[in-house]
């Protein structure tokens, strides 16, 4: 168990346009949900912390204006880029945890967005 | 400084040695580590976890993990090319807004 999964695996958008992307725990409820960003050979950066029912917590530089973050439920999580730039162009990548501790996150597969 | 630090490498060895990671990290109360692996283009995928001192054991994969010396290792025996791939080591803060800092990866190379 533990799979994690994202829709859609790719994106293209043209500047100015807004892109969702969703993140589900497929066989296990996800108390907690993160997003990720990595960009070409650099490590994960934390965007967000996201648990349900509840407002995200942001990381600092993160705009939350700009990422919008639903967790309408224990097993979905959505991020929202508003206003895409070819500067948001990265792998957006979520993660889930299973247990109230917060411990394992599960990943899944990353979102490839390329704004042109 | 930063939280969780790691030798980028790249480690090259060759098939059926065995690949040693490391990593250290900064705060003294860290509770839990992580190993994760990526391969180019993928996302994260769960190697082990440790939460106390000591060996731990899974197949070919050892974590090691030393909290005096705030030192994190995973030891691969028998590598294999399947094993070339970026190992991110995590460990969740403590304090009261807890979450998961990773390490910038060690990128692993296993020469057939």
């Known amino acids: 168990g533990a799979v994690v999964s994202q829709h859609p695996s790719w994106v293209i958008c043209k500047s100015g346009t807004s892109v969702k992307i969703e993140c589900r725990s497929l066989?296990?409820?996800?108390?907690?949900m993160f997003w990720y960003r990595q960009f070409p050979k650099q490590s994960l950066m934390l965007m967000a912390t996201s648990n349900e029912g509840s407002k995200a917590t942001y990381e600092q530089g993160v705009e939350k204006d700009k990422f919008l973050i639903n967790h309408a439920s224990l097993t979905l999580s959505t991020l929202t880029v508003t206003s895409a730039h070819p500067e948001d162009s990265s792998f957006y990548i979520c993660?889930?945890?299973?247990?109230?501790?917060?411990?394992?996150?599960?990943f899944g597969p990353g979102t490839r967005l390329l704004v042109l | 400084q930063k939280e969780v630090e790691q030798n980028s490498g790249p480690l090259s060895v060759p098939e059926g040695a065995i690949a040693s990671l490391n990593c250290t990290y900064s705060d003294r109360g860290s509770q839990s580590f992580f190993w994760y692996r990526q391969y180019s283009g993928k996302s994260p995928e769960l190697i082990m976890f440790i939460y106390s001192n000591g060996d731990k054991e899974d197949g070919r994969f050892t974590a090691q993990l030393n909290k005096a010396s705030q030192y994190v290792s995973l030891l691969i025996r028998d590598s294999q090319p399947s094993d070339s791939a970026t190992y991110l080591c995590?460990?969740?803060?403590?304090?009261?807004?807890?979450?998961?800092?990773f390490g910038t990866g060690t990128k692993l190379q296993v020469i057939p």
């Open positions: 066989d296990f409820q996800a108390t907690t």
């Open positions: 995590a460990g969740k803060n403590s304090g009261g807004y807890q979450k998961v800092t």
């Open positions: 993660s889930a945890s299973r247990d109230s501790r917060k411990e394992t996150q599960y």
